[in-house]
């Protein structure tokens, strides 16, 4: 990872996201669009780009660097579960729901597997695919729950086993210990479906940026919240990885990963179960803007 590479990648970013700005304003990209593409990332692409990122030659360093993935993001994951609990009490109690779900689930699966790969490579992005699963874990039992009663077990347990993006991690991981070769045109076909992943869902950020009002963000609980998700929780994941002498590519993608945005899920969630949903939408579109500064600044600081 360098300066260069670096600048070009988020000097990529900005102009996609500057580019779904435009086509939503011109209403080229009318409002089902958001719909539509966040479907098409979650069903297609984001899962192909994911299988994509499995196929390499595997070892033992691969899989002894699986387990110690997973365990930091496990950890990363219960951390999250008690800042939520103990940071917004004094919020009201319909923000509060949206602060605690903005907390303990991010943007990471949606940008964060892009920009894994831009700066670290398929092995990152391979890499970031098995962080996300505790997240993903979390994001259908207890981040559900803070806006409706828990879920049971079974509902979760399914809705985890069948997401595309995990479906796509066990194909992915069965792939690469078999070391199974692909048909040519199908292993194209993933590869090349896979590489749109930045372009849409970069595009698909923008167009969620241009419906909010600049001069509306100014709210002492989204600076506060942006603080927390953009910097203090990374800032706290990247200390202990130094202070255990985790691998830096290890170490890079869970400080990475951990300083993404809030989820577009947020805002969803939010409006369907009586969330402050104005407040959700200025979350995300903050904490999305302003990465666009601080994951460059984690980038250096990795």
Sequence with gaps: MNNGNLINLQGMLFLLVAAGVILRKKDILPEGAKAIL????IYLILPCNIISSFLIEFNMDILKGFAVILGIASLIQVGCLVLAKVLYNGEPARRKKVLQYGT??????????PIAEGVYGPEGLMYASIFLVPQRIVMWSAGVSYFTDSPDRKTVVKKVLIHPCIVAV??????????LPLPGFLENTIRSIGSC???VSMVLIGTILAEVAPGSFLDRGIIKYTFFRLFLIPLLVYAACRLFHVDPLLSGISVLLTGMPAGSTTAILAAKYDGDYIFATKCVVVTTLLSLVTIPLWCLVL
């Design 38 to 41: 966040t479907d098409l990332v």
């Design 104 to 113: 303990v689930c991010s943007n990471a699966g949606f940008m964060g597997n």
């Design 197 to 199: 992943t930045t372009t």
């Design 170 to 179: 066990y194909i992915g991981v069965l792939l690469m210990v078999t070391q």
